[in-house]
Structures are given as structure tokens and as C-alpha cells.
T-cell receptor, first 115, second 114 residues
Framework: AQSVAQPEDQVNVAEGNPLTVKCTYS??????LFWYVQYPNRGLQFLLK??????LVKGSYGFEAEFNKSQTSFHLKKPSALVSDSALYFC?????????????FGSGTRLQVQP | GAGVSQSPSNKVTEKGKDVELRCDPI?????LYWYRQSLGQGLEFLIY????????KSGLPSDRFSAERTGGSVSTLTIQRTQQEDSAVYLC????????????FGPGTRLTVL
């Protein structure tokens, strides 16, 4: 079975400060890892993914994430938060070496960036 | 190009009625997925299509739920004899064939069962 944990229901950060949204995963074998963002009354938008190679992945809107295999983590980061980054963020995983194509999502972390 | 579209955007129905939710994937995407997002919950996988076949139906919560895909394109999720616990946002996603590709999500259908 595969699972994702996002230990923080909400993260508060001041505009201009760095932000981190945490994600740990459990999967058999190697993972494909994804971050999505959801704005109010909108579908999920893809931010970035880790497939293979460089552990630091850069994505949309200045976000990046670091894959850490030993800690089974894939934390989302941004050097300088914007108020417009306020949204619900989901981490997702699927196993690379199985036929299962469905993503398993975490419960989401609400990011609140204060002006 | 056009993204994933879903209809209707909102559906209110009475307990016991059947509902059909429609998904139009991105043109050329062979994989199609249905997920459910309940209030305060994360996303729950329902079913995956590759072409017109559904190799993974493991997420369908009961036999009241079914889905089909025709012509390798449009998909319909049907819920029979709706219950109040079926109230949720139903999200459809599509992706190209390769398994490492990200899934592109539609805006969802908000289903309310009274």
C-alpha cells in the first residue's frame, strides 16, 4: 500500500519569508512524487514532480521541492512567499515499479501568507 | 489548448435518485481518472481508464458507482440510488500514456445529495 502524510493542516508565513510545506510518503520501491495546488472553487493545478535524477526539483511559480530518499520526504519550498500563494497544497505519490497508476494524495496543507 | 472539462459544475439531487457526471479529457490523453474530494478530506481515487478499459476499479466505494469511457475520450461516472454520504466534489483527470506524466485535473462537479 502507498500513503502520504502531510503533518501540518495549516502553515502560516509572512509575505517575503521562505515557506516549507512538509510531505512524507510510503511506497513499495521507487516513487513518482507530485505537488498540486488548489485555489478556492478550482481544480488541482500541477506544480512539480520528481521522477528521477536530481533531488532538487524546480516547478511553477518559483516553487521547488527536495526529494530525500532516506527520509522518504518531498518537502515543498519557496524562498519568498507571496500573498497569492495562499491556497491548499497536496502532495501525491505513486509507485514507479507497479502497474498501479492512481495517485495517492495527502490530506492537504493550507498555506496562509500574511501581508 | 483546452483543458479537462466536467459537467455539470454543480448537481443537487434527492436521496435515492441516479446521477451522471461527465468528463471530457484533454485531446490525445489515453489515461483518465476519477477522484472524489469530500469536505475536509483529501482526494480519494475511484477508477482509472486506459483507453476504453478500466484496469483499476479498486476505489469505487460500492456497486452503486460505475463508470464508462467511450471512443477513448469522454467518460461518464454514474451513481445509482444516491446517498447523502455521496455528497462530494468529483474530480476527473487525464494524462498521456507514460506513467510518469502528471495528471491534469478538471474543475470538478460538486454533488449535493439532499
Amino acid at each position: 500500500a502507498q500513503s502520504v502524510a502531510q503533518p501540518e493542516d495549516q502553515v502560516n508565513v509572512a509575505e517575503g519569508n521562505p515557506l516549507t510545506v512538509k510531505c512524507t510518503y510510503s511506497v513499495s520501491g521507487n516513487p513518482y512524487l507530485f505537488w498540486y495546488v488548489q485555489y478556492p472553487n478550482r481544480g488541482l493545478q500541477f506544480l512539480l514532480k520528481y521522477i528521477t535524477g536530481d533531488n532538487l526539483v524546480k516547478g511553477s511559480y518559483g516553487f521547488e521541492a527536495e526529494f530525500n530518499k532516506s527520509q522518504t520526504s518531498f518537502h515543498l519550498k519557496k524562498p519568498s512567499a507571496l500573498v497569492s500563494d495562499s491556497a491548499l497544497y497536496f502532495c501525491a505519490v505513486r509507485a514507479k515499479d507497479t502497474g498501479r497508476r492512481a495517485l495517492t494524495f495527502g490530506s492537504g496543507t493550507r498555506l496562509q501568507v500574511q501581508p | 489548448g483546452a483543458g479537462v472539462s466536467q459537467s455539470p459544475s454543480n448537481k443537487v439531487t434527492e436521496k435515492g435518485k441516479d446521477v451522471e457526471l461527465r468528463c471530457d479529457p484533454i485531446s490525445g490523453h489515453t489515461a483518465l481518472y476519477w477522484y472524489r474530494q469530500s469536505l475536509g478530506q483529501g482526494l480519494e481515487f475511484l477508477i482509472y481508464f486506459q483507453g476504453n478499459s478500466a484496469p483499476d476499479k479498486s476505489g469505487l466505494p460500492s456497486d452503486r458507482f460505475s463508470a464508462e469511457r467511450t471512443g477513448g475520450s469522454v467518460s461518464t461516472l454514474t451513481i445509482q440510488r444516491t446517498q447523502q454520504e455521496d455528497s462530494a466534489v468529483y474530480l476527473c483527470a487525464s494524462s498521456p500514456t507514460e506513467p510518469y506524466n502528471e495528471q491534469f485535473f478538471g474543475p470538478g462537479t460538486r454533488l449535493t445529495v439532499l
